[in-house]
C-alpha cells in the first residue's frame, strides 16, 4: 500500500498519537503540550482537504484495519460526505481550540488538551466508520472525552448539568446496543454496506423485529442529534459549558445527524422490506418540532449561551427537515446547511464568550448592564453570528434555507406536506429574528449605569480593564468562513449535490467496500 | 422451562428494574439502574448470537456448527464500555453531591440523608 492509500485512516491515528503526547509533557512543559495539540489540528484539517480533494472525482476511497477483508473485518470508508465532515471537524476543531488557547480557557485543568484530541478521535472515527459496531465505539469515544471537557472548569452549574448529560448517553448507549443486537440476530453482519443487501433476506416474520430494530437505532441517532422529544438534555449541558469547548459540541450534534443520514439510505433503504424508510414518517413532523422548539427557545433564552444552546436545537430542526426528504436535491440542501448550521452554532458560543468576558459579573445574561469595553465591535460580531443563525443575507444561511425551502416543494409522497414544512421554516426564522434582536438590544444598546458603590469592586475593576481584542479572532474567523461559504455556495452546493447523490446511490458504497461481485 | 423462556424473562426483568430505579430522583438508585439496564443489554447481546448447547468455537475446518464468536466479543467490549461508564458517573455523582449539597439528578435541593428525609415527611407541608 502507498502513502496515499494510508491517509484514509490519518485523521484517526493523528489524534491517537497527539493525545497521549501532550499528556506526558503537558505537566513540565505546558507551552509544548498546546503547541502538539495546535499542529495535531491543524495535520488533520489538511488530512482531511487532501481527502476532500481526492474524493471529488467520486471514488470511494476503503480502508482494510488489519488488512481483514471487508465484511469480516472493520473498514473505514471514505466518500465525499464523509471528507466534507472531517474537513468540517477539523476546522471547527481549530478554532476552538484557538479561542480556548487565546482566552487561557484550557488553563483552568490539566487534560484539556489530551481531552480534545480524544474528542477529534471519537469525532472523526464516527465520520469515518463503515461498521456499525465501530460506529458505537467511536460514539462512546467521543462521548467520554466530552464528558471531561464538559466539566472542564467544574462548579456546581456544569456538575449539575454533567450528571444529566452523563444518564442520558448512558441510556442512549444501551439503546443503541439493543439495536445493534437486534440488527446482528437478524442479519449476521456488522459492516454497514453488507448489512444494506442482507437486510433484503430477511424472512417475513422477522419483518417486525427489523423494523424495531430500524426505528431504535434512529431514535439513538435523533437523541444525539438533540430532536424533539429528546432534546431536553442539551440546553442545560451546552448553557453550562466552557465556551471554546461548546463551539467544539456544535459539531457534535450534527454526528447523529450524520449517522442518520448515512445509515437510512444504506441499510434501511428501498430493499429493506418492512422497515424500508421506516423512520421517515416520523422524521418529518419530529423536525419540524425541532425547529420550532429551538427558536423559541432563542426567543425566551435568559442568557447568549443558553440561547446559542437552543439555536443549534433550532439549526437541527431545520436540517432535518431536508434530510427528511430523501431527495438528491433535499440532501444536497440538508449537506450545504449542515455545513453552515455548524459555524453557526460555533460562532454563537463564540460571540457569547467574547461578551461574558467583557461585562464582568453580568457576564452573557441578556439584561442591561453598564458600557464595557468594545461593545461596538463585540455587537458587530454578535449581529453577524445572529444572522448567520437565523439565515439572513448576505450570510451562508439564507442560501441554505433557500436550498432548503425550494427543495422540499416536489418531494414525492409529501402531498401538502412542504407546506407544512415552509411554514415551519418561516415562521422559525422569523421567531429567531426577533429573539436576537431581543438579547442584542438588551446587552448592545441598552445601558444601566449603576449608583455609585451599588457595583461591587471587582465588578468595576473588570469592567474598567482593557481586554485585549485577540478572543475576538476566533468568531471573526468563523463569519468569514461563513461570509466565504456563501460566495463560494456554487462549488460547494455542486460538491453537495455530488455527495448527496453517492449517498442515495448504495450500491457504489457495496462495490466499493465488498468489491466487484 | 426452557433455557430461550428463563434467558429472556432474565433480561425483562433486569430491564423493568433498570428503568425503574433509572426515572427515580436520587443519583445512587439512577446509577444501580444503569447498572442493571447495562446488564440486561450486555444479556441481549449475548443472545443475539443465538443460544445454544455443546457447540464448538471456531477452531477446526472440518466442524460445520460452532458456537458464534462475534456476540461475545461485542459483548467484551461492551462490558468494558459500561464498566468505565459507570466507574465515572460514581465519581461524578460524588463529586456533584459534594460541591451541590444535592444528590438528586435534576439537581434541586432535596433532602439528602436519611435523618431530613424523616424529618421532612415528618413536617407537614405549611399552608399557604
Sequence with gaps: MSLTAHLAIAPVVIPALAAPI????????????IAISLLSCAAMLVAALVLLNASADGTIRTYELGNWPAPFGIVLVVDRLSAIMLTLAATVSLIALGHAVITQADRKGWHFHPLFQFQMLGLNGAFLTGDLFNLF???EVLLIASY????HGQGPARLKAGVQYVVVNIVGSSLFLIALGLLYALTGTLNMADMGLRVAEIGPDDQGLLRVAALLLVSVFALKAAVVPLHLWLPRTYAVTTPAVAALFAIMTKVGVYSIIRVVPQIFGDDAGAAAWAPAPYLLPAAMLTAIVGFA????ARDLSEQAAYAVIGSTGTLLIAVAGWQTDTLTAAIYYLVHSTLAGA?????ADVVARRRASFADSASAGPVFGQRELAGLLFMAAAIAATGLPPLSGFIGKLLILESVVDVPGWGDAWGWAWGAILATTLIGVIGFARTGSAIFWKSVQPADGALSTTDSKALSKVVSKADMAAPTITIALLAAWSIGAGPATAYATAAASQILDTASAVRAVLGEP | MTLEFLVASAI??????GIYLALRGRTFQVVLGLTLFSYAVNLFLFAAGRLTLDRPPIWSKTVTEYADPLPQALVLTAIVITFGMTAFIVVLALRSFLETGSDQVDGDDAPCTLDEQAKADATPEPHT
Design chain 1, 148 to 151: 471531561g471537557l464538559m466539566l
Design chain 1, 22 to 33: 501532550a499528556l506526558l509533557v503537558m505537566r513540565r512543559k505546558r507551552r509544548l503540550g
Design chain 1, 347 to 351: 460562532a454563537l458560543f463564540l460571540v
Design chain 1, 137 to 139: 465505539v467511536f460514539f
Design chain 2, 12 to 17: 425483562g426483568i433486569l430491564v423493568a428494574g
Design chain 1, 297 to 300: 427557545g432563542v426567543f425566551v
